[in-house]
Every structure is written in structure tokens, then in C-alpha cells.
């Protein structure tokens, strides 16, 4: 039975939908799935350990390790024993740039095993030097074909050297049913929660994500007393290094500041302008945020794509999004189901919150219900798995 062999660094919630995908495609056509993590854990990313049996086979090389300790030569003599215990026909590597994805693109050619890079690197995120982009192309030529999720992925792939006709697209979907179904039934059980709306930013708490601008933005315009957001709060949810920076930021700007979701609290004072921080969350909890937000922000000042916004999506909500972002780039028409902004101008960002908070209910639940149009059309589950197939029978 040939054999698939699917590598990341570390598996979460985001790589299991995709691998599942992948297994329902290629289960009829006789071929076998083995997802190859390289570690049981990263310093990123505070998982909960995934134990529901799979239809797949999973292979972890360093169980009991953290990806970003283990040095480049374990990890290399690691990947290369795995590989041969699997002895894949194909691999669909994450990138190029780790050693762990270095090691398997060396693997499969020196066996004969068709090698797919996975990508959503963009020619737009961050600033290019030519000789790292020489040498990215000595990588990406060594590779049998793409995976992708935009086009512009695609594009900076043709730019390094990979033909077009060998990239496939979609490699950045989610789960997309595990969301509706999860915010519907949240929904459903929740009918008498009385909460005043509230845009929903997820993210870790870095620079590039640009909340401290958000933060900014929904400040001064809430000051303005003909502003629609009075009437709006705002949740942050996620954690990382700028997490205490932001509480201080949004309680200097006269915001109260909340350590909880907006359903943990009692809201007394229905005048007060909240900015809720719950932290880090499980998957299992995502959907619970989703179906109470009245709309979802993303304000990155470059992002390569932002699964966060196929969830939001899934759940039926509105998107507000940095253009430079690759989601809104294939999935915010504007105008239809979001807006997308400049994230370096706060004014932008808040004349788009505004934009959302002056319509009518039916106005965003009709948004919303675009989201989960166009998310299915554009980015359905199985994409993964259909793309994989495409790139491996190419």
C-alpha cells in the first residue's frame, strides 16, 4: 500500500482537520496516512494533548520534547530514522526552512519520494534579502510540487523556482463543520444570556498582531459621543509577551478591563466599555467566543494567511481584517460579508468597527451568513485532502 507520510513540527488542532481531510481523500484510493510530528510539544502553543483515535497513523519523533530545544542535528538524524521506518512515497513537508522539513526534502531524494511543500509564505511578509531568497531557491527547485492556500502563496512559490502547474491550493482550511455546529449549539443553550455585542480579536499577544493600534482605535472612538461602539465591547482573546502591556493600555485609555469572558461577568453598568482579556483557551472552548461576538477582527500588519478567520467564518460572523492579511485576500469580499482596512491607519480600523456597529442586527446576520457561504466555496475542509491527491497524481 503506498504510503503518505504528512510532516509538522507539532501537531494541534489546526493540523488535525487538515490530516483527517487528507485520510478521507486518499482512504479510496487504497493509499495509507502517517502524520510525522516532530515534537510532543513547542513553546508557542499551549495544546491539550489530542487522544481521540484517528483514522490515520500518527508518528511523533520526540515525544516527550519541545521542537524549538531539540538542536538541528538530533532533529535531522531524528526525521531521517522516522522516514525510514515509514519508507513513504510521498511527504508533505511543512516549509523549508527548519531543519525538520530540510531533513525530509533530503530523505525523498535520495529515495525517490515525491516531495510537496506546504506553503503560505507571501512575497508581502516581511522584507526580502536576495541572498536568503538565493538560497531558498536551491530548497524550493528541489521540490516536486506545492500546496498552498492563495494565490499569492502560489505566486512566491513560481517566484522560487516551483512550476505552476505543480502547486495546488488549499492547504489553510479548518474544521469548518466542528465550528457551525459548535456556535450553533452555544447558541442555542445560551438564548437568555443578556450580553451587550462585542468585536472578537483571537491571537497571540505579539507585535505583528497589532493590537495595541485595535486597542487605540476602539479607545478613541468610544470617547466620541456619537460613536456606535459605546454601545460595543471588545474581546482579546489569547495570551503572549504583550498581554500585561495591552491591560495597562486599554485601563489608561479610561476602559474597564476584564479577565474573563463576557459571559463570566455580570454586566451592571450597561453604559461601561469593556475590553475582555480570558486568555488562552482550548479548541473546545473557541466556538463558545464566536457564537456570542457580533463580529471578528483581525488587525495584523502582515499575516501570512490567519486560520482564525475561516473559524470565525464557520461560526457565521462578519470580518473585519488588515488587507495585508492572506484570508481577507481570498475570503473578505468587501461590502458582502466584512471590510477590510489599512492596519497602520487606527483611523481605518475604527471607521470599519463603526461601519459594523451602525448596522441592524438582520444587516450582520446577513454578513455572516455570506461568511459561511464563501467559506464553503472557497475553502471547504476537503480542499486539504483533494489538493494533496492533486499534487501527488500530477
Same mark, same amino acid.
Given at each position: ?21 487528507? $485520510? ?6 487504497? *493509499? ?6 516532530? +515534537? ?10 489530542? @487522544? ?7 508518528? @511523533?519523533?520526540?515525544? %516527550?520534547? @519541545? ?43 535520495? =529515495? ?6 506546504? /506553503? !503560505? ?9 536576495? *541572498? ?13 510540487? #506545492? ?5 499569492? =502563496? ?17 492547504? %489553510? ?5 466542528? &465550528?457551525?455546529?459548535? $456556535?450553533?449549539?452555544?447558541?442555542? !443553550?445560551?438564548? /437568555? ?31 466620541? @459621543? ?26 489608561? $485609555? ?21 475590553? &475582555? ?28 494567511? #490567519? ?13 473585519? /481584517?488588515? +488587507? ?16 477590510? &482596512?489599512?492596519? /497602520? ?39 486539504? #485532502? ?9
Amino acid at each position: 500500500m503506498p504510503t503518505l507520510a504528512i510532516q509538522f513540527a507539532r501537531l494541534g488542532p489546526y493540523h488535525l482537520a487538515r490530516i483527517d481531510a487528507a $485520510a478521507n481523500a486518499l482512504k479510496g484510493l487504497d *493509499w495509507k496516512v502517517v502524520a510525522l510530528e516532530t +515534537a510532543g510539544s513547542d513553546s508557542t502553543y499551549a495544546w491539550d494533548e489530542e @487522544t481521540e483515535q484517528q483514522s490515520w497513523e500518527r508518528r @511523533t519523533i520526540f515525544p %516527550n520534547e @519541545t521542537w524549538e530545544s531539540i538542536p538541528p542535528r538530533r532533529v535531522k538524524f531524528g526525521m531521517t530514522d522516522g522516514l525510514n521506518q515509514i519508507q513513504p512515497n510521498a511527504v508533505a513537508i511543512s516549509g523549508w526552512g527548519s531543519p525538520d522539513a530540510r531533513a525530509c526534502l533530503a530523505w525523498c531524494k535520495r =529515495h525517490g519520494a515525491k516531495a510537496i511543500v506546504m /506553503s !503560505e509564505t507571501r512575497q508581502a511578509d516581511g522584507n526580502r534579502a536576495w *541572498w536568503k531568497e538565493q538560497i531558498k531557491k536551491r530548497l524550493v527547485s528541489q521540490f516536486d510540487a #506545492g500546496l498552498v492556500g492563495a494565490l499569492s =502563496h502560489r505566486d512566491y512559490l513560481v517566484k522560487l523556482g516551483l512550476s505552476p502547474e505543480a502547486i495546488q491550493l488549499g492547504y %489553510n482550511v479548518v474544521d469548518n463543520h466542528y &465550528f457551525t455546529i459548535e $456556535a450553533n449549539r452555544f447558541r442555542r !443553550e445560551n438564548t /437568555s444570556l443578556m450580553l451587550r455585542p462585542y468585536f472578537l480579536a483571537l491571537n497571540r499577544f505579539i507585535e505583528r498582531k497589532n493590537l495595541d493600534r485595535l486597542v487605540s482605535a476602539y479607545a478613541e472612538t468610544t470617547r466620541n @459621543t456619537d460613536s456606535k461602539l459605546k454601545g460595543w465591547d471588545l474581546c482579546l482573546l489569547g495570551d503572549g509577551p504583550l498581554m500585561s502591556q495591552l491591560k495597562i493600555q486599554a485601563a489608561a $485609555a479610561g476602559l474597564n478591563v476584564a479577565e474573563v469572558a463576557p459571559w463570566e461577568t455580570v454586566q451592571e453598568d450597561q453604559g461601561e466599555t469593556t475590553v &475582555f482579556f480570558p486568555g488562552f483557551r482550548q479548541i473546545e472552548e473557541l466556538p463558545h467566543f464566536y457564537a456570542h461576538a457580533s463580529c471578528f477582527v483581525h488587525p495584523a500588519i502582515e499575516e501570512p494567511w #490567519g486560520l482564525v478567520i475561516n473559524e470565525a467564518m464557520a461560526c457565521g460572523l462578519p470580518i473585519l /481584517s488588515s +488587507a495585508n492579511v492572506g484570508a481577507a485576500e481570498e475570503l473578505v469580499d468587501d461590502g458582502v460579508n466584512g471590510w477590510t &482596512f489599512n492596519a /497602520s491607519d487606527s483611523g481605518q480600523i475604527a471607521e470599519a468597527m463603526n461601519r459594523i456597529a451602525a448596522l441592524e442586527f438582520e444587516q450582520i446576520s446577513a454578513l455572516g451568513q455570506a461568511s459561511l457561504r464563501i467559506l464553503e466555496e472557497r475553502c471547504p475542509t476537503e480542499a486539504f #485532502g483533494e489538493g494533496l491527491w492533486s499534487a501527488i497524481s500530477s
